[in-house]
Protein backbone atom coordinates (compact mmCIF):
# COMPACT_ATOMS: atom_id res chain seq x y z
CA UNK A 1 0.00 0.00 0.00
CA UNK A 2 1.05 3.34 -1.14
CA UNK A 3 2.09 5.87 1.79
CA UNK A 4 -0.05 8.84 1.35
CA UNK A 5 -2.49 11.66 3.38
CA UNK A 6 -6.05 12.48 3.23
CA UNK A 7 -6.98 14.01 0.32
CA UNK A 8 -7.12 17.72 1.01
CA UNK A 9 -11.31 18.87 1.89
CA UNK A 10 -10.52 22.72 2.01
CA UNK A 11 -11.92 24.97 -0.60
CA UNK A 12 -8.74 25.09 -2.25
CA UNK A 13 -9.15 21.57 -3.68
CA UNK A 14 -12.73 21.84 -4.23
CA UNK A 15 -11.91 24.58 -7.04
CA UNK A 16 -9.27 22.49 -8.21
CA UNK A 17 -9.37 22.41 -12.35
CA UNK A 18 -10.12 18.78 -13.70
CA UNK A 19 -8.24 18.41 -17.15
CA UNK A 20 -9.76 17.25 -19.88
CA UNK A 21 -7.56 14.18 -20.40
CA UNK A 22 -8.65 13.16 -16.91
CA UNK A 23 -12.44 13.00 -17.93
CA UNK A 24 -13.37 9.60 -17.40
CA UNK A 25 -12.26 9.64 -13.78
CA UNK A 26 -14.74 9.06 -11.45
CA UNK A 27 -13.56 11.45 -8.83
CA UNK A 28 -15.83 10.48 -5.81
CA UNK A 29 -12.49 7.13 -6.17
CA UNK A 30 -10.17 9.67 -5.43
CA UNK A 31 -9.16 9.57 -1.27
CA UNK A 32 -5.51 10.90 -0.63
CA UNK A 33 -2.48 12.30 -2.68
CA UNK A 34 0.51 10.05 -2.28
CA UNK A 35 4.28 11.34 -2.31
CA UNK A 36 5.67 12.30 -5.72
CA UNK A 37 7.63 8.60 -7.03
CA UNK A 38 10.34 8.15 -9.79
CA UNK A 39 8.12 5.20 -10.36
CA UNK A 40 5.19 6.74 -12.08
CA UNK A 41 3.62 6.10 -14.56
CA UNK A 42 2.40 7.59 -18.10
CA UNK A 43 -1.43 8.31 -17.17
CA UNK A 44 -1.30 8.49 -13.63
CA UNK A 45 -2.92 11.09 -11.46
CA UNK A 46 -1.01 14.16 -10.47
CA UNK A 47 -2.12 17.05 -8.35
CA UNK A 48 -0.49 20.54 -9.18
CA UNK A 49 -0.11 24.30 -8.47
CA UNK A 50 0.59 26.70 -11.25
CA UNK A 51 3.83 28.24 -10.13
CA UNK A 52 4.10 30.19 -13.52
CA UNK A 53 1.65 30.90 -17.08
CA UNK A 54 3.74 30.68 -19.52
CA UNK A 55 3.27 29.15 -23.03
CA UNK A 56 -0.29 27.31 -21.83
CA UNK A 57 -2.47 29.72 -20.55
CA UNK A 58 -5.29 28.35 -20.60
CA UNK A 59 -6.29 24.42 -19.09
CA UNK A 60 -8.57 22.56 -21.18
CA UNK A 61 -11.08 21.29 -18.83
CA UNK A 62 -13.00 17.67 -18.19
CA UNK A 63 -16.09 19.74 -18.99
CA UNK A 64 -15.13 20.95 -22.38
CA UNK A 65 -14.16 24.46 -21.62
CA UNK A 66 -11.29 26.62 -21.53
CA UNK A 67 -10.22 27.72 -18.03
CA UNK A 68 -7.70 30.92 -18.09
CA UNK A 69 -4.95 29.21 -15.57
CA UNK A 70 -3.27 31.69 -12.62
CA UNK A 71 -0.64 31.35 -10.59
CA UNK A 72 -1.71 29.01 -7.82
CA UNK A 73 -4.32 27.23 -9.35
CA UNK A 74 -4.71 23.81 -8.35
CA UNK A 75 -4.82 21.59 -11.24
CA UNK A 76 -5.44 17.75 -11.86
CA UNK A 77 -3.40 16.61 -14.74
CA UNK A 78 -1.94 13.30 -15.88
CA UNK A 79 1.46 12.16 -16.16
CA UNK A 80 2.55 11.77 -20.04
CA UNK A 81 4.99 12.07 -23.31
CA UNK A 82 4.30 14.49 -25.51
CA UNK A 83 5.21 14.94 -29.27
CA UNK A 84 4.21 18.09 -30.77
CA UNK A 85 7.17 19.27 -33.78
CA UNK A 86 5.07 22.77 -33.38
CA UNK A 87 5.57 23.17 -30.02
CA UNK A 88 7.07 20.74 -27.29
CA UNK A 89 8.64 16.95 -27.11
CA UNK A 90 8.08 16.39 -23.49
CA UNK A 91 9.01 13.21 -21.37
CA UNK A 92 6.46 11.07 -18.48
CA UNK A 93 8.90 11.92 -15.78
CA UNK A 94 8.75 13.17 -12.32
CA UNK A 95 10.44 16.54 -11.29
CA UNK A 96 10.12 17.32 -7.07
CA UNK A 97 10.70 20.75 -7.08
CA UNK A 98 9.26 21.79 -10.48
CA UNK A 99 6.95 20.30 -13.55
CA UNK A 100 6.19 21.12 -17.11
CA UNK A 101 2.69 22.04 -19.14
CA UNK A 102 3.40 19.76 -21.69
CA UNK A 103 0.03 20.65 -23.11
CA UNK A 104 -3.00 22.31 -22.27
CA UNK A 105 -5.63 19.51 -22.66
CA UNK A 106 -3.77 18.01 -19.30
CA UNK A 107 -0.42 16.80 -19.96
CA UNK A 108 2.89 17.30 -17.34
CA UNK A 109 6.48 16.26 -17.53
CA UNK A 110 9.52 17.67 -18.24
CA UNK A 111 10.36 19.28 -21.46
CA UNK A 112 13.22 17.68 -24.10
CA UNK A 113 13.00 19.98 -27.17
CA UNK A 114 10.89 23.21 -28.24
CA UNK A 115 9.82 24.58 -30.96
CA UNK A 116 11.92 28.09 -31.32
CA UNK A 117 8.93 30.25 -31.24
CA UNK A 118 7.48 28.47 -28.15
CA UNK A 119 7.61 30.65 -24.40
CA UNK A 120 8.98 28.93 -21.61
CA UNK A 121 6.38 26.00 -20.66
CA UNK A 122 3.97 26.94 -17.77
CA UNK A 123 5.55 25.95 -14.40
CA UNK A 124 3.88 23.26 -12.09
CA UNK A 125 4.37 22.85 -8.73
CA UNK A 126 3.63 19.02 -8.19
CA UNK A 127 1.89 18.51 -4.80
CA UNK A 128 1.56 14.78 -5.32
CA UNK A 129 -0.07 11.48 -7.09
CA UNK A 130 -3.80 10.87 -6.40
CA UNK A 131 -4.33 7.60 -4.88
CA UNK A 132 -8.23 5.70 -4.35
CA UNK A 133 -9.01 4.12 -0.90
CA UNK A 134 -6.45 1.26 -1.34
CA UNK A 135 -3.77 3.65 -1.39
CA UNK A 136 -3.34 2.86 -5.09
CA UNK A 137 -1.84 5.62 -7.58
CA UNK A 138 -4.91 6.27 -9.83
CA UNK A 139 -4.36 6.06 -13.67
CA UNK A 140 -6.43 6.72 -15.76
CA UNK A 141 -6.37 2.98 -17.66
CA UNK A 142 -8.54 2.03 -14.97
CA UNK A 143 -11.72 3.96 -16.43
CA UNK A 144 -10.72 2.54 -20.37
CA UNK A 145 -13.66 1.50 -22.10
CA UNK A 146 -13.56 -2.24 -21.90
CA UNK A 147 -11.72 -3.95 -24.60
CA UNK A 148 -13.35 -5.28 -27.54
CA UNK A 149 -11.82 -6.29 -30.71
CA UNK A 150 -13.12 -4.35 -34.45
CA UNK A 151 -16.15 -5.84 -35.92
CA UNK A 152 -15.32 -7.39 -39.73
CA UNK A 153 -18.68 -5.38 -40.92
CA UNK A 154 -17.79 -1.76 -39.76
CA UNK A 155 -15.78 0.05 -42.70
CA UNK A 156 -12.68 2.09 -41.40
CA UNK A 157 -11.35 4.88 -43.42
CA UNK A 158 -8.20 6.19 -41.86
CA UNK A 159 -6.37 9.81 -42.17
CA UNK A 160 -2.99 10.32 -41.85
CA UNK A 161 -0.91 13.47 -42.45
CA UNK A 162 2.33 14.76 -43.84
CA UNK A 163 2.50 17.03 -40.65
CA UNK A 164 1.03 18.68 -37.26
CA UNK A 165 -1.37 21.45 -38.59
CA UNK A 166 -1.17 20.19 -42.24
CA UNK A 167 -5.32 20.05 -41.78
CA UNK A 168 -6.24 16.46 -40.48
CA UNK A 169 -8.60 17.54 -38.52
CA UNK A 170 -10.67 19.16 -40.81
CA UNK A 171 -10.32 16.93 -42.96
CA UNK A 172 -11.43 14.01 -40.98
CA UNK A 173 -14.19 15.63 -39.33
CA UNK A 174 -15.69 16.73 -43.33
CA UNK A 175 -15.34 13.25 -44.42
CA UNK A 176 -17.22 12.29 -41.67
CA UNK A 177 -20.12 14.88 -42.39
CA UNK A 178 -20.19 13.88 -45.78
CA UNK A 179 -20.44 10.39 -45.18
CA UNK A 180 -23.40 11.07 -42.39
CA UNK A 181 -24.98 13.31 -44.91
CA UNK A 182 -25.27 10.84 -47.34
CA UNK A 183 -27.34 8.16 -45.18
CA UNK A 184 -24.46 6.11 -43.15
CA UNK A 185 -24.23 6.01 -39.41
CA UNK A 186 -20.49 7.37 -39.05
CA UNK A 187 -17.97 7.56 -35.79
CA UNK A 188 -15.34 9.87 -35.37
CA UNK A 189 -12.15 8.39 -33.58
CA UNK A 190 -8.90 9.81 -32.81
CA UNK A 191 -6.63 6.77 -32.34
CA UNK A 192 -3.51 8.65 -31.71
CA UNK A 193 -1.88 11.87 -30.34
CA UNK A 194 -1.85 14.22 -27.01
CA UNK A 195 -5.14 14.16 -25.02
CA UNK A 196 -6.75 17.83 -26.04
CA UNK A 197 -10.07 18.43 -26.36
CA UNK A 198 -9.73 20.67 -29.87
CA UNK A 199 -10.64 17.50 -32.18
CA UNK A 200 -12.63 15.65 -30.20
CA UNK A 201 -15.24 19.07 -29.95
CA UNK A 202 -14.90 19.12 -33.89
CA UNK A 203 -16.43 16.04 -34.03
CA UNK A 204 -18.86 16.99 -31.80
CA UNK A 205 -19.41 20.29 -33.36
CA UNK A 206 -20.67 18.16 -36.71
CA UNK A 207 -23.11 16.25 -35.02
CA UNK A 208 -20.45 12.77 -35.21
CA UNK A 209 -20.32 10.24 -32.30
CA UNK A 210 -16.68 10.77 -31.25
CA UNK A 211 -14.08 8.98 -28.82
CA UNK A 212 -10.34 8.72 -28.62
CA UNK A 213 -7.50 7.25 -27.35
CA UNK A 214 -8.10 8.53 -23.71
CA UNK A 215 -11.43 6.63 -23.60
CA UNK A 216 -8.94 3.57 -23.92
CA UNK A 217 -6.99 4.77 -20.95
CA UNK A 218 -4.42 6.95 -22.65
CA UNK A 219 -3.17 10.06 -21.81
CA UNK A 220 -1.27 10.06 -24.53
CA UNK A 221 0.14 7.40 -27.21
CA UNK A 222 4.18 8.84 -27.76
CA UNK A 223 6.21 6.25 -26.59
CA UNK A 224 3.19 4.05 -26.18
CA UNK A 225 4.17 -0.07 -26.43
CA UNK A 226 2.68 -0.24 -30.70
CA UNK A 227 0.43 -3.66 -29.17
CA UNK A 228 -1.38 -0.70 -26.91
CA UNK A 229 -2.23 1.42 -29.40
CA UNK A 230 -3.24 -1.42 -31.52
CA UNK A 231 -5.67 -2.57 -28.41
CA UNK A 232 -7.22 0.89 -27.91
CA UNK A 233 -7.82 1.51 -31.69
CA UNK A 234 -9.49 -1.78 -31.73
CA UNK A 235 -11.23 -1.08 -29.01
CA UNK A 236 -12.82 1.69 -30.14
CA UNK A 237 -13.77 1.07 -33.53
CA UNK A 238 -15.48 -1.92 -31.66
CA UNK A 239 -17.66 0.37 -29.44
CA UNK A 240 -18.19 2.45 -32.10
CA UNK A 241 -19.77 -0.89 -33.80
CA UNK A 242 -21.91 -1.45 -31.35
CA UNK A 243 -23.15 1.90 -31.03
CA UNK A 244 -24.55 1.59 -34.25
CA UNK A 245 -21.56 3.14 -36.62
CA UNK A 246 -21.21 1.55 -39.90
CA UNK A 247 -18.20 3.47 -40.76
CA UNK A 248 -15.64 4.66 -38.18
CA UNK A 249 -13.24 7.93 -39.97
CA UNK A 250 -9.94 7.45 -37.76
CA UNK A 251 -7.63 10.43 -37.34
CA UNK A 252 -4.41 9.45 -37.01
CA UNK A 253 -2.11 11.91 -35.18
CA UNK A 254 1.23 14.15 -36.80
CA UNK A 255 2.98 13.24 -39.98
CA UNK A 256 4.06 10.10 -41.05
CA UNK A 257 7.46 10.31 -40.34
CA UNK A 258 6.48 10.00 -36.75
CA UNK A 259 7.31 6.93 -35.04
CA UNK A 260 4.25 5.49 -33.81
CA UNK A 261 2.70 7.01 -36.90
CA UNK A 262 5.29 4.96 -38.98
CA UNK A 263 4.94 1.96 -36.87
CA UNK A 264 1.45 2.16 -37.50
CA UNK A 265 2.08 2.23 -41.26
CA UNK A 266 4.77 -0.44 -41.10
CA UNK A 267 2.33 -3.47 -41.40
CA UNK A 268 0.37 -3.06 -38.20
CA UNK A 269 -3.21 -4.13 -37.23
CA UNK A 270 -4.25 -0.66 -37.58
CA UNK A 271 -3.41 -0.48 -40.83
CA UNK A 272 -4.47 -3.63 -41.94
CA UNK A 273 -8.20 -3.06 -41.01
CA UNK A 274 -8.05 0.43 -42.69
CA UNK A 275 -10.61 -0.34 -45.94
CA UNK A 276 -9.48 2.93 -47.54
CA UNK A 277 -7.17 6.63 -46.52
CA UNK A 278 -7.61 10.35 -46.91
CA UNK A 279 -4.05 12.25 -46.84
CA UNK A 280 -3.67 15.66 -45.43
CA UNK A 281 -0.75 17.75 -46.62
CA UNK A 282 -0.03 21.80 -46.24
CA UNK A 283 1.30 21.84 -49.65
CA UNK A 284 2.04 20.12 -53.02
CA UNK A 285 5.47 19.36 -52.06
CA UNK A 286 4.54 17.84 -48.90
CA UNK A 287 1.84 15.99 -50.59
CA UNK A 288 4.19 14.18 -52.92
CA UNK A 289 6.45 13.34 -50.59
CA UNK A 290 3.72 12.22 -47.96
CA UNK A 291 2.34 9.88 -50.95
CA UNK A 292 5.68 8.33 -51.91
CA UNK A 293 6.49 7.51 -48.23
CA UNK A 294 3.02 5.74 -47.95
CA UNK A 295 3.51 4.33 -51.33
CA UNK A 296 7.06 2.22 -49.44
CA UNK A 297 4.35 0.57 -46.97
CA UNK A 298 2.15 0.20 -50.09
CA UNK A 299 -0.50 2.43 -49.75
CA UNK A 300 -1.85 5.21 -51.49
CA UNK A 301 -4.84 7.00 -50.44
CA UNK A 302 -8.33 8.01 -52.33
CA UNK A 303 -7.55 11.23 -52.21
CA UNK A 304 -6.06 14.58 -50.55
CA UNK A 305 -6.76 17.27 -48.96
CA UNK A 306 -5.99 19.92 -45.82
CA UNK A 307 -4.05 23.21 -45.52
CA UNK A 308 -3.40 22.08 -49.17
CA UNK A 309 -6.77 22.56 -50.98
CA UNK A 310 -6.91 25.74 -49.71
CA UNK A 311 -4.59 26.98 -52.26
CA UNK A 312 -5.71 26.85 -56.51
CA UNK A 313 -2.46 26.40 -57.40
CA UNK A 314 -0.85 24.21 -55.06
CA UNK A 315 -3.62 21.87 -55.59
CA UNK A 316 -3.59 22.06 -59.35
CA UNK A 317 0.70 21.01 -58.57
CA UNK A 318 -0.53 18.54 -55.89
CA UNK A 319 -3.49 16.58 -58.42
CA UNK A 320 -0.67 16.82 -61.47
CA UNK A 321 2.38 15.14 -59.63
CA UNK A 322 -0.07 12.69 -57.90
CA UNK A 323 -2.87 11.61 -59.94
CA UNK A 324 -5.28 12.31 -56.87
CA UNK A 325 -7.75 14.74 -56.23
CA UNK A 326 -7.63 17.37 -54.00
CA UNK A 327 -10.76 17.97 -51.64
CA UNK A 328 -11.48 21.09 -50.14
CA UNK A 329 -13.38 20.89 -46.54
CA UNK A 330 -16.75 21.43 -48.98
CA UNK A 331 -16.19 18.73 -50.78
CA UNK A 332 -15.42 16.53 -48.73
CA UNK A 333 -18.77 17.28 -46.76
CA UNK A 334 -20.85 17.06 -50.13
CA UNK A 335 -21.93 13.62 -50.34
CA UNK A 336 -22.53 13.96 -54.43
CA UNK A 337 -18.53 14.62 -53.66
CA UNK A 338 -17.45 11.70 -51.78
CA UNK A 339 -19.87 8.97 -52.45
CA UNK A 340 -18.51 8.56 -55.86
CA UNK A 341 -14.75 8.19 -54.25
CA UNK A 342 -15.17 6.39 -51.19
CA UNK A 343 -18.32 3.51 -52.50
CA UNK A 344 -15.78 1.06 -53.91
CA UNK A 345 -14.08 1.61 -50.23
CA UNK A 346 -17.60 0.45 -48.09
CA UNK A 347 -18.25 -2.82 -47.07
CA UNK A 348 -21.22 -4.56 -47.44
CA UNK A 349 -23.14 -3.84 -44.54
CA UNK A 350 -22.92 -0.03 -45.20
CA UNK A 351 -22.68 0.17 -48.76
CA UNK A 352 -26.48 -0.46 -49.82
CA UNK A 353 -27.12 2.52 -47.83
CA UNK A 354 -24.98 4.98 -49.28
CA UNK A 355 -25.51 3.94 -52.48
CA UNK A 356 -29.41 4.59 -51.92
CA UNK A 357 -28.39 7.79 -49.95
CA UNK A 358 -26.11 8.84 -53.08
Known sequence: MTSMTPFPSDRSHAMAKWAFTTRR??????????????????GDLLLCRIRAVNQHRRIQ???????????????VLCLGDRYAPDQFMGRAAIAADSMDLL?????????????????RPTELEPLGLLTDRQGQVINIASYALPTMTAP?????????????????????????????????????????????????NAFAD???????????????TYRMPLERIEKGFATLVGHAAREGAQVAVVEIADGVLQQETAAILNGSSIVQRLDGMLFAAPDALSAVGGIN?????????????????????GAREAESATGLPVL???????PETIMPLVQGYLRKSSAVTGTAAA
Open 61 to 75: LASGRHSEGYPGDQV
Open 152 to 200: SDITVLGVFGASMNGGKTTAAVSLAHGLQAAGLRVAGIKATGTGAFGDY
Open 328 to 334: TREQLWA
Open 293 to 313: VLAQSGHRPFALSGMLSLSAL
Open 25 to 42: VRRQDVHGVAPLSSEAQS
Open 103 to 119: AGGGVAGLVEAAHRRMS
Open 206 to 220: ASIAVSDFTDAGMAS
